[in-house]
């Protein structure tokens, strides 16, 4: 039974961190309607810029912390200015492709400016692991997932209250209607890639922290497809609880089915998890269903 | 020079090879194909088998991408099944060579029917989603069913012979080669001039007025699915015994997408273009390569930057053709093609 929990918790630790990707992935989507496949790549990104502050330039923490959401939102911002922009309106491959070539660029130059070498973080939080009951969980993780929640709950009052929040969610309902209420929603476009990179980059600097920094971190945003699609696209209620469901599937499987499967289980779980709701319920938990008969 | 097109019949205007400048230029294309083997060298033949191998695959992905409209980001797992299907059917029946190709195929357009079946409930990007889903899973097959992949060590395949003549060298397997791709080049032509070639069209502009119009979109989205997937499977059946080798590190997902950005910056839709769009990915690595080469002459340690470069301007390549030029190589070519069409005497 404790080994049962010890899964659990560490499942659902892990999968707050993804519901924070995810909620930059669908930050995007629901916003621009665009599928950002380079997610993975600003997660590694947010990481580097994190290693580059503390590491390499000597700042504390805190402080590294606040310049690398600016700079990941400045990252965020140039991309949907500089490439996004021109792809308003074109066909679903072209502008899934874009991004594509974006991950690649990115993961590109990230080899070239920090090399492909492993680099880790200094130690941030005090080594003892959490005891909770019975269960017991390395601080990494615990604290991994207290600051992802902290950061999704700062996002879900930045919608609920704020006037840009608002103001995004009018865009995602209705273009027309936003645009005629006085909102300029081509800048609201550049501001949910802003916040989408930031919630990512705030992601990879959480696993970065846990298992260290590498160019192919961004591997890592395909498991975010999973949690995204098994939640609804475009909900953000739905990326936290597809967050958490993958990441305690995830565990348990690699927890239970690890003696009777071949290798990495753990990575596959997700996957057919992912065909199994896109066979029984293709728009997720909590998207909004368009229906359309095919 | 070729002034107007100017037709009296409806043979003439049906005719595939439209005018004498285009069979002269096609005759002189299939000539240039012939002698190529005799005057390059190995390193060349080696990349002109590569590249032949791509373009029977990237018309695949093209014709389910480009022309049908349904997005996969798992060609590279058909190419696999393909290329392990081969490998199984001479390491362990001893099929000949020949018969591989087509069984090759068909295998992969089996498993290409049972991913494309979810496209009777989504389209776009789920349907999408759905096939990096299989892309997953069938890596993870490859790697770990060992009893019949060989795990990670892969099959090991001797050359292969036909007739009892052993293709052992790139020369000999380029006149394997160069056929299946004029082959499979030809038929894919050809297919967009039938019901089910333009059924896919019709499909990818508007799939509800397909429907209308009276073509069953499940069945024909199949269709694609398996003439897509069969010719990844052909293409892993030629690349297994050119490589002689197949392990699972050979198809990743980075592979997929190394194919829908051939059909990207060849043109989507286009035969033409997943020509061009090998051929140009092909060559744009070992370009770089080569240029590294010369500045390492200068600052030794350049080399070290090869791979994230290539990284790098593979994304640059997708990223500027689709933002500058989304219809590809091939819309290049006919803008070139149509200012030399009258010229000199434009006016």
Redesign the interface.
């Known amino acids: 039974m404790s080994f049962f929990l010890e899964l659990v918790a560490n499942g659902v630790a892990v999968g707050g961190v993804y519901a924070l990707i995810a909620l930059g992935f669908v930050l995007i989507y629901k916003a621009t309607s665009i ?1 950002n496949f380079a997610t993975g790549e600003f997660m590694m990104i947010g990481a580097y810029f994190f290693y580059t502050f503390m590491v390499l330039l000597g700042l504390p923490a805190v402080p590294a912390f606040i310049l690398v959401m600016a700079c990941s939102a400045l990252l965020g911002l140039v991309v949907e200015r500089a ?1 996004l922009r ?2 308003l309106g ?5 502008i ?3 991004t ?10 990230a ?2 400016i920090w090399t ?1 070498d492993f680099k880790s973080f200094p130690p941030l939080f005090p080594r003892a692991p959490v005891i909770i009951g019975e269960v017991v969980i390395r601080s990494n993780f615990f604290w991994g997932f207290i600051i992802a929640m902290a950061a999704v709950a700062a996002f879900a009052l930045l919608f609920k209250y704020a006037k840009v929040g608002v103001a995004m969610r009018a865009t995602a309902d209705d273009q027309m209607a936003a645009f005629s209420m006085g909102i300029n929603v081509r800048s609201m476009f550049t501001v949910a890639w802003a916040m989408g990179a930031i919630a990512a980059a705030l992601g990879g600097l959480i696993i970065g922290n846990i298992g260290g920094i590498q160019p192919n971190l961004g591997h890592l945003g ?1 498991t975010i ?2 949690v995204v ?1 098994l939640g609804g ?1 475009d909900s953000i209620a739905g990326a936290v609880v597809g967050g958490f469901i993958v990441g305690i599937v995830e565990n348990l499987a690699g927890g239970y089915l690890h003696d009777y ?4 289980v753990k ?2 779980a997700p ?2 998890v ?2 199994l709701i ?2 029984i319920k ?1 728009y997720g938990l909590f998207g909004k269903q368009e229906i ?1 008969r ?1 | 020079m070729r002034i107007g097109d100017y037709k009296v019949s409806y043979a003439a205007d049906e005719a595939v090879f439209r005018s004498g400048t285009v069979r002269f230029w096609l005759g002189a294309l299939f000539v240039g194909l012939a002698v190529f083997p005799f005057l390059a060298g190995d390193y060349l033949l080696y990349m002109a088998n590569l590249t032949g191998i791509a373009i029977v695959a990237a018309v695949g992905l093209n014709i389910l991408t480009g022309a049908a409209g349904q997005i996969s980001l798992g060609h590279a797992a058909f190419v696999g099944i393909g290329a392990y299907t081969a490998a199984l059917l001479i390491t362990r029946l001893g099929l000949p060579f020949l018969l591989c190709l087509p069984l090759a195929g068909l295998s992969a357009a089996f498993f290409g029917v049972i991913v494309g079946a979810p496209s009777m409930r989504m389209k776009g990007l789920y349907l999408c989603i759905a096939t990096l889903a299989a892309q997953v899973i069938f890596e993870y097959v490859f790697k770990n069913w060992d009893g019949l992949t060989g795990g990670i060590r892969g099959i090991n395949v001797p050359p292969p012979s036909i007739l009892g003549f052993s293709l052992n060298n790139e020369f000999r397997f380029y006149f394997v080669t160069a056929p299946v791709v004029i082959i499979v080049v030809t038929a894919a032509r050809n297919l967009f001039r039938t019901r089910v070639g333009r059924a896919f069209i019709a499909i990818r502009d508007r799939d509800f007025s397909a429907e209308l119009m009276g073509i069953s979109l499940f069945r024909y989205k199949l269709y694609a699915f398996a003439l897509s997937s069969f010719l990844a499977g052909v293409a892993g059946c030629l690349w297994v015994n050119f490589i002689k080798i197949v392990t699972p590190e050979h198809f990743p997902l980075h592979e997929s997408i190394r194919y829908l950005a051939m059909i990207i910056v060849g043109g989507l839709g286009s035969v033409l273009g997943s020509i061009f769009g090998a051929i140009f990915m092909t060559i744009v690595p070992e370009v770089l390569k080569s240029a590294l080469n010369l500045v390492s002459a200068v600052s030794p340690k350049a080399m070290a930057f090869l791979s994230p470069l290539q990284t790098v301007v593979f994304g640059l390549l997708i990223v500027v053709f689709l933002v500058f030029e989304p219809h590809g190589l091939a819309e290049m070519w006919r803008r070139v093609k149509n200012y030399f069409r009258l010229w000199p005497f434009e006016h």
Request: aromatic share 4%; net charge negative.
């Open positions: 599928i490439i021109h792809m074109q066909p679903t491959i072209s899934i492709m874009v594509i070539g974006l991950s690649s660029i990115l993961l590109g130059l080899e070239l492909s395909l497809f999973p699609i696209l499967v071949r290798g990495d990575e596959l996957f057919v992912l065909v896109l066979l293709p359309e095919l």
